[in-house]
């Protein structure tokens, strides 16, 4: 697939899924837009690594929970190149607590990261993609849709996402940009092996079908896809990416 001197904006990107999304988008030579909040050197890594490969990246610290943030990271956008061809909702945060002990700052703070900034992204990245092909894919869960233990605020911020997947779907697609999700079961990242180490999460490689877990770069290749335009027909999707977890009865989500 080639996506040679398009630009791409990959909210939290210095790491994890959203690092490997980055490097695969220009590994086809995408230049990248990588967006952090707290991870400074992890997300100059991530520039030095896509720029390895022959493309240019550029560095924005935001927080995505800020409305003012997100307007900062696309007028630094529109400045320097006045234009987006993809933008990919990926950073997210949470709080582990059972709907029983969920309060207004968790909902407050889980929502705003996990769907709002999605929306506000969408709606500056729609103008920034005029006459251009635009994609936008937002990266979900399956908590979602599957109930799983401390994951309430998370789950029903994800399923507020898939949502909005699909109206955005509708209402851009006159525009040309295509807009899809993919929902991952879970995915073994840096986070990932400390909630495994801590006991907060079962290691479920033996229980997936595909005997090991989903990887970021997993993730990262489905991306790839949704953004070329092989998948131009695909709209308002989440595509499930689990190794067949969710529809085995004897593989455990957690
Ligand atoms: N890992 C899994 O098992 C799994 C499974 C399914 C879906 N997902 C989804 O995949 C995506 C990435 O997850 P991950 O596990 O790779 O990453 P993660 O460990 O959850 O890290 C989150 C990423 O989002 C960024 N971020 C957090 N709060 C932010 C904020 N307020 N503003 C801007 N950026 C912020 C972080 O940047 P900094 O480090 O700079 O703060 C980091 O890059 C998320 O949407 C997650 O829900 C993950």
Not at 9 to 25: D, E, N, P
Not at 226 to 243: F, K, P
């Amino acid at each position: 697939m080639n996506l040679e001197g398009k630009l791409a904006l990959v909210t939290g990107s210095g790491r994890g899924i959203g690092r490997a999304t980055a490097l695969k988008l220009a590994s086809q030579g995408c230049n990248i837009v990588v967006n952090y909040f707290r991870r400074r050197e992890a997300a100059e890594q991530t520039a030095k690594d896509i720029e390895a490969l022959g493309v240019k990246a550029e560095v924005v610290r935001a927080n995505m929970v800020d409305p003012d943030k997100i307007t900062t990271i696309f007028d630094i956008i529109s400045e320097k190149y006045g234009y987006l061809d993809i933008l990919i909702n990926n950073a997210a945060s949470g709080v582990g607590r059972s709907v029983m002990e969920l309060d207004s700052k968790a909902w407050d703070w889980t929502m705003n990261i996990n769907a709002k900034a999605a929306l506000l992204c969408s709606q500056k990245a729609a103008a920034l993609m005029k006459d251009r092909d635009g994609k936008i894919v937002n990266i979900s869960s399956l908590g979602s849709s599957f109930v799983l233990p401390t994951y309430a605020i998370v789950g029903i911020s994800k399923a507020a996402l898939e949502a909005l997947t699909r109206y955005l779907a509708i209402e851009l697609a006159p525009a040309g940009i295509c807009v899809n999700a993919i929902s991952a079961s879970a995915v073994e990242t840096e986070a990932l092996k400390f909630y495994i180490k801590e006991g907060l999460i079962k290691d479920n490689r033996q229980t997936t079908p595909m005997g090991r877990m989903v990887l970021p770069e997993d993730v990262a290749n489905v991306v790839s896809f949704l953004c070329s335009d092989d998948a131009l027909m695909i709209r308002g999707q989440v595509i499930i990416i689990d190794g067949g977890t969710s529809i085995s009865p004897f593989a455990s989500l957690t």
